[in-house]
């Protein structure tokens, strides 16, 4: 596609359940990240992912979250037994390579009721 | 650590108004700092960036001068117009090695122009 592609744009969730939101980076574009802004805040990153590989996952707060990408190009990013404190939007982005700039999503705004 | 500071908003502006953002960093070694923006309904993108000492990035009538002696990457214009209105964030990415780190970014500036 033209851009780098997030869904939902928007979720709502009841404390507990589990969420799943989905990349879909620029077409080529072999480095891909999450990161999380909250209300107020940074973006904070998240994962990194170089192919299908993560060689730094450093910025993922607990084990309740996890990502993986499949085929060099859709990752998803799984958040299990959501809690009120994971609200925020989550942010995608992807660069041909390493070194080159971000494209980033217009992000998936999550609300942890 | 590495950190990013910026100026909280909202900022308002009349149109044709100068523009200030300040942006400091702290960090170890020798960053490349980046200004991104977020458009109403759009994702972030690359605004300017500059990779060493007192290069300026510039780009739509907006610069920064990364200032070392000062760790500042301050974004001006000099004619602001409605079109600007958006949420701009200050960014660096730690070198190690030469190899670019992740991007550690401010909290961002909201900016609104009115005509």
């Known amino acids: 596609g033209a851009g780098v592609s997030q869904s939902p744009s928007n979720k709502v969730t009841e404390k507990g359940k589990d969420v799943e939101l989905r990349c879909d980076p620029i077409?080529?574009?072999?480095?891909l990240y999450w990161y999380r802004q909250r209300l107020g805040q940074g973006l904070e990153f998240l994962i990194y992912f170089q192919g299908n590989s993560a060689p730094d996952k450093s910025g993922l707060p607990s084990d309740r979250f996890s990502a993986e990408r499949t085929g060099e190009s859709v990752s998803t990013l799984t958040i299990q037994r959501t809690q009120q404190e994971d609200s925020a939007v989550y942010l995608c982005?992807?660069?041909?390579?390493?070194?080159?700039?971000?494209?980033f999503g217009s992000g998936t705004q999550l609300s942890v009721l | 650590g590495d950190s990013v500071t910026q100026m909280e908003g909202p900022v308002t502006l009349s149109e044709e108004a100068f523009l200030t953002i300040n942006c400091t960093y702290t960090?170890?070694?020798?960053?490349?700092l980046f200004w991104y923006v977020q458009y109403p309904g759009e994702g972030l993108q690359l605004l300017l960036k500059a990779t060493k000492a007192d290069d300026k990035g510039s780009n739509k009538g907006f610069e920064a001068t990364y200032r070392k002696e000062t760790t500042s990457f301050h974004l001006e214009k000099g004619s602001v117009q409605v079109s600007d209105s958006a949420v701009y964030f200050c960014a660096l990415s730690p070198n190690y090695g030469g190899s670019q780190g992740n991007l550690i970014f401010g909290k961002g500036t909201k900016l609104s122009v009115k005509p």
């Open positions: 077409s080529g574009h072999t480095a």
């Open positions: 960090a170890t070694g020798y960053p490349s």
């Open positions: 982005a992807s660069s041909l390579t390493r070194e080159e700039k971000l494209f």
